[in-house]
């Protein structure tokens, strides 16, 4: 069966710091890769996604990147980290284009101070 | 372009009583639209899906909802709420046969009054 792992589940990072979020999938081949963020109070915003090794979409411009190195990971970062990237990070995967049930990690809540 | 409105941020029913969490989309194309539910500390679980086969879908834990294409909405309800039931819902459009996409609402909270 299908399985998603993130980690960590909470992080306290300070501002200016590094961010490094992953997300690995296992018993599947070729997935389709996302992260979403939910900020308090607000519905869940489309990050990155991914088709493939190294194709990387991004949806916002922000301080955040992401990075697929392999088939099954997915990597979410940050140089620099802001007080407004604080929030709760998804990651989530589904088996291409026409996958329609996504799976989702189980988040990271993530702190800035 | 798609997006989706959750009416509601947040609704507060009694144990035993209907529950409708209302949503309304807007597609260019003919969607596919979902309603997923966040417990706390969980990950977010499918309750339903709508892929252009009957318009009144049933999900589990009794919830269904109705597409109605002239009204563009997706409401979900419950005929009777549980307790456990307490929790964030998002209606979510898709454009389908894309990668690019789900498209989330901003969520709804579901109080379950004793």
């Known amino acids: 069966s299908q399985t998603i792992h993130q980690w960590p589940a909470t992080l306290v990072q300070p501002v200016g710091s590094p961010l490094s979020l992953e997300c690995t999938v296992e018993?599947?081949?070729?997935?389709?890769l996302y992260w979403y963020r939910q900020a308090a109070g607000r519905g869940l915003q489309l990050l990155f996604y991914s088709v493939g090794i190294g194709q990387i979409s991004s949806e916002v411009p922000q301080n955040l990147s992401a990075s697929r190195p392999q088939d099954r990971q997915f990597i979410l970062s940050s140089k620099k980290l802001l007080l407004s990237d604080s929030g709760f990070y998804l990651c989530?995967?589904?088996?291409?284009?026409?996958?329609?049930?996504?799976?989702f990690g189980s988040g990271t809540q993530l702190s800035v101070l | 372009a798609q997006s989706v409105t959750q009416l509601d941020s947040h609704v507060s029913v009694s144990e035993g009583t209907p529950v409708l969490l209302r949503c309304n989309y807007s597609s260019s194309y003919s969607p596919s639209l979902f309603w997923y539910v966040q417990h706390p500390n969980k990950g977010l679980q499918l309750l339903l899906k709508y892929t252009s086969a009957a318009t009144l879908v049933k999900g589990i834990n009794g919830f269904e909802a109705e597409f109605k294409k002239s009204e563009t909405s997706f409401h979900l309800t419950k005929p009777s709420a549980h307790m456990s039931d307490a929790a964030e819902y998002f209606c979510v459009v898709s454009l389908s046969g894309s990668a690019r996409q789900l498209t989330f609402g901003s969520g709804t909270q579901l109080t379950v009054l004793p």
């Open positions: 018993g599947t081949s070729n997935p389709n």
């Open positions: 989530a995967w589904r088996t291409g284009i026409l996958g329609e049930k996504l799976f």
